[in-house]
């Protein structure tokens, strides 16, 4: 069954640092996501992104954080310089269209230290 | 925005037991679903269930879109189903994105 991953499952950076998460959605999948959940907390919605371009971004998603799909298969968040509160799991989700079911992958767990 | 209030916070089951979690939504939705994070943080899906009612194995969901709830049912519950049980929704028009409950945390027993 085709699935959504993540690389890495668990990166510990330190503060100030840039980081890259990857993420290979499903293959014929139009939409792509980015999710994050502080430990202990709900999962929050970060930015969807559409034909090359953010269609939708919460107050989470400033200016340290950018999304790109460099090639046909990946997509990736970088956050810029990451600070202590940017610890969390981030989870990268697609799906085919605009509506129905959002299929996630395992999650990349971020430690800022 | 969307509120999403699940209930009971926390669940402690003996191995064998069933259950009922319930998932209310304070308005009309176009996408529901259940997932379950394990203990290593992952999230697995579970039902894509914006209504009706669907089985998988020893879980099914049910919903209720008039009525603005979902229900979990879980039966003859294990100890791999320990974890934390998420409903998500996608509220009414024009939004296209998962607002998520505070979860149901279950803990089974053996």
């Known amino acids: 069954e085709p699935e959504v991953t993540q690389t890495p499952s668990h990166q510990v950076t330190q503060m100030g640092q840039e980081v890259i998460l990857r993420c290979v959605p499903i293959s014929n999948h139009l939409y792509f996501y980015w999710y994050r959940q502080i430990l202990g907390q709900k999962v929050e919605f970060l930015v969807s992104?559409?034909?090359?371009?953010?269609?939708?971004k919460s107050e989470i998603f400033d200016d340290q954080f950018s999304v790109e799909r460099p090639d046909g298969s990946n997509f990736t968040l970088k956050i810029r310089s990451t600070k202590l509160e940017d610890s969390a799991m981030y989870f990268c989700a697609s799906r085919q269209g605009h509506t129905g079911e959002l299929f996630f992958g395992e999650g990349s767990r971020l430690t800022v230290l | 925005g969307i509120q999403v209030e699940q209930s009971p916070p926390d669940l402690i089951l003996q191995e064998g037991a069933n259950s009922t979690l319930r998932c209310n939504f304070s308005d009309s939705v176009n996408n529901l679903q259940w997932f379950h994070q394990n203990p290593w943080g992952q999230l697995i899906n579970l039902f894509y269930i914006p209504s009706g009612t669907k089985q998988n194995g020893r879980l099914s969901a049910t919903t209720v879109a008039t009525e603005r709830y979902s229900l979990l049912y879980i039966s003859s519950s294990q100890t791999t189903d320990s974890g934390v049980y998420f409903c998500a929704v996608e509220w009414g028009w024009n939004d296209y994105k998962l607002s998520f409950g505070a979860g149901t945390t279950v803990t089974v027993r053996a």
């Open positions: 992104f559409y034909n090359n371009e953010i269609s939708e």
